[in-house]
């Protein structure tokens, strides 16, 4: 089929289409066409700069906590996402995400918990509405000391 339609310009756009052999359908649209186009600069660098162990008293030594220090590049992330797994970055033990408010220079701490000790692989997710970036560790976690 073939039609016509003006727009703005006034200048003529045709669009056909025609039948394929394996049963789609390929359509061609020639003539003048106008959009906007938005450049968002996204986040676009994360770096763990800092571990630090949490001391506890022994009767919370269930589990051991991390703080990680984290900075980023870019636009200013709305939620940061924790993906804990094994030594070798294969197998997920576990996923936490949490909204966060930056509101100036992105530096932020976040805390997690590792029930036993080991050597864990750690992905820190930083995100907005429009990017994500990703920073990853291997961490020795060893009673209430990490490295």
Do not use: W
């Amino acid at each position: 089929t073939t039609g016509a339609s003006s727009n703005s310009d006034s200048s003529t756009a045709v669009e056909s289409m025609e039948d394929n052999p394996d049963g789609g359908c390929h359509i061609y649209r020639n003539g003048y066409y106008r959009t906007g186009i938005s450049v968002v600069e996204g986040i676009l660098e994360v770096n763990i700069i800092q571990m630090m162990s949490i001391q506890m008293t022994e009767s919370q030594a269930e589990n051991s906590l991390v703080d990680f220090v984290v900075t980023c590049q870019g636009s200013l992330p709305t939620d940061v996402c924790t993906v804990v797994s094994d030594p070798t970055c294969q197998v997920s033990k576990s996923v936490v995400c949490d909204p966060i408010i930056v509101t100036d220079e992105c530096l932020l701490t976040i805390r997690r918990a590792f029930e036993e000790p080991g050597t864990y692989c750690i992905n820190i997710t930083l995100g907005d509405d429009t990017s994500q970036a990703l920073a990853s560790a291997l961490i020795s976690v060893n009673g209430g000391e990490s490295t």
